[in-house]
Structure formats: structure tokens, C-alpha cells
């Protein structure tokens, strides 16, 4: 038996043309997106000079992928999830029209933006919920981690490639240039997903959508191993709502401008792509639970010196280090999930989980967002920082009491064989 490499297997690439063809377009499409990442805080700061909005719109958007990701992971556990993903992605294309459409006009409309920004969430997760419970279909249980750390290494290459682009774009042409492009990214990502097969589920009975969805609620609650995967993928998330305050940071503390802004909110990306390039390594632990708390602790500590940090290039170091520890423990998270859960509950137990993701990040967008017209933006990520590792660190001792690593192993089982 070969010695497990500390870096990704791409074999997957080379043997599963379905999975080649899902990359491909969901990289196209990341880039776009990436661009809008910037362009929506930069056009929402210069149009109102508060974070506070920034973080509103980001909370906005928020809710509807909370609520999207709820019904999409219905909708994925009883109708085909190819069609689900490209009738989502499609009306997502019509919203980053309307957003370009909106940032020509001579008075751009801020309730436009806040309008559109729960149009795209919540389409947008539908979609999510259908990839997300496609992918054991396309690549199989066995090939779960290495198709995540594939997925990984492209989303955050090019999450790590578009801000910075869309930085650019933005300085020479305007938000515009940068909606535009992401409309028509979306627009290749469709063509190129016309040609998966059908993902048909195993078919749930048919109930009510609360009803089903109260099911998928019961089955989380009854494993003690899931429960643990998302508190502490809460906690993790909520930090992330730091992104809101990188324009405040680049226009006060670091006095820099729209290509700064794009280099913040390339680093976090850039951090994690180094993570899923060498995600072998955590496969060699027998508790891959003490790598995952591990990472989250290393996350929240990154959170601390970005707000203790005085200059751009310890603030990129430090949202690099943030990254690489969130993509190991997200890695491990998602594969603990998809072996834990039968295809028959796919769509919906993934869907809460992106669901709290979700939620997290509301929380913590708008409660930084609000904590910096108090504080100064990085006091507030400080203070951020300094809570949440606490918080990880009891967490953490809690877990160690109920035997995280044991409930894994024993779902794993239990997961395959409903």
C-alpha cells in the first residue's frame, strides 16, 4: 500500500470527465464572482462613506442564501440537481445585469444594490445546494476528500486571481466593467454545465417541504458528531464577517486604494488555496477532529494579529495564515459531513450546514459592521478575535468529553449504509 502524499491526488481530473467539466465552469464562474466581492463594497462605501452598509448588504445577501440553501436542499433531495443548478445559476446571470445596469446610471440606486443582493443569495444557494449534493453522486464517497480539495484549490485560485482583477478592472473602468464581466461568466459557466448527466436522487417520500426539512433537522440532532461539526463551524464563519471592514482598514489605517483592497481580499484565498494544495497531510491523523479544532484555533489567533497589526503587509500575512487554517478545517468538516449523511438526506443536511455557514456570516458581517462605528475597524477585528478564541477554546474542551473521533468513525459507518 503506497504512503499517503502530503499533497492532493488529481487523479480524479484525469478519469471522471464529469467532474473535469463541473470544475471548469464552476472556476469561470468564481472569477466573476470574485470581482463582484470587490465591486459591491467598493461601490456601496463610495456611495455612503459607512461600513456599516457594507455590512448590511453582505447581510442581506446573507439572508437570502440562508433561505435559498434551505429550500434548495429540499428541492435537491427530490428533483434532478443538473436542472436545479442551471436554472439557479441562469437567474443569478440576470441579477449581475441589473447590477451593471443599475452602477451606469448617473445616480446609482443603493436599494437596488441591497434588493439584488438577496436576489443573487438566494438563487444563488439553490445552486449550491444542488453541486453540493451532486458531488457524491459524480465522484463517489470514496473520492470525497480529493474532490473537495480539488473544488478548494480552483475557488480559492480564483478567488485569490478575481479581487485583485476586479481591483484593476474597477480602478480602470469602474464597477460596471466588473458586474459586466461577472454577468458574462456566469453566462460560460451555464453552456459548459449543459453537458452533465442527469442527478437524479434517491427519492425521498413525498411530504411536505417543512416537513422534510424538520426530518433533516432530526437527523442532525440525533448525531452528536454533526453537532459538533457545526457549532464550531459557526464560530468559524462569524470571523469571517471581517471582510466587511477591509475598505475601512485600506481607507484609514493603511491609507492605500482600490487595488489594496483587492490584495485583502485576495490574501484570505490565497491562504486557503496553499491549504487544499497540501491537504494529504490531515488523512494521516486517526482524529482528524484534533486537526480540524486545531485549525479553528489557528484561524482565530490569525484573527488577533490582523487586528493587532500595524501595517498592509503583516495584515496580508496574517489574513494568508487565516486562510490556510480555514480551508484544512473546512476540508475536514465536509468530508466528515458527506460520509456521515445517507443520499436520500444529501440535499438537506448540506444545505443546513451551508445554512449555518450562512448564518454565521450574517452575524458576523452585521455585528462588525455595527461594533466599527464605535470602534476603530481594527480594535473591532481585535476584539473579534480575542471572543472567538475563547469561545473555540471551550468548544474545543467540550468536544474532547464527548469523544468527537469515536462518533465519527462510528456515523462514517453509519452514513454509508442508511
Partial sequence: MSKPSHFVDVSLLLTNPAFRQLLIARTVSLVGLGMLTVGIPIQVYGLTGASVHVGLVSAVEGVGLFAGLLLGGVLADLYDRRRLILFARSICGIGFVALAVNSALPHPSLGAIYGLALWDGFFGALGVSGLMAAMPMIVGRENLMHAGALGMITARFSNVVAPSLGGLVIAAGGVTSAYALTAVGTLVTVLTLLGLPPLVPQRSEEHHPLRLLAEAFAFVLGRRVLLAIFALGTLLTVTSGIRVLFPALIDGAFAGGSVATGLMYSAVPLGATLGAVVSGWPQRFERPDHVMVAMCLLAFVAVIVL????????????????????????????????????????????????????????????????????????????????????????????????????????????????
Wanted: aromatic share 4%; hydrophobic share 60%.
Fill in 307 to 418: 487586528g493587532a497589526s500595524g501595517s498592509l503587509v503583516a495584515a496580508l500575512a496574517a489574513l494568508i495564515v487565516y486562510g490556510y487554517a480555514v480551508a484544512i478545517a473546512s476540508l475536514i468538516q465536509y468530508t466528515l459531513i458527506q460520509k456521515a449523511t445517507p443520499d436520500n438526506f444529501l440535499g438537506r443536511v448540506n444545505s443546513l450546514w451551508a445554512a449555518q455557514d450562512t448564518l454565521g456570516d450574517i452575524v458576523g458581517a452585521a455585528a462588525l459592521g455595527t461594533i466599527a462605528t464605535a470602534l476603530l475597524p481594527a480594535t473591532a477585528i481585535l476584539v473579534a478575535g480575542l471572543a472567538a478564541l475563547a469561545l473555540g477554546v471551550g468548544l474545543a474542551l467540550l468536544m474532547r468529553t464527548v469523544g468527537l473521533g469515536e462518533v465519527a468513525r462510528a456515523q462514517e459507518i453509519e452514513g454509508a449504509n442508511p
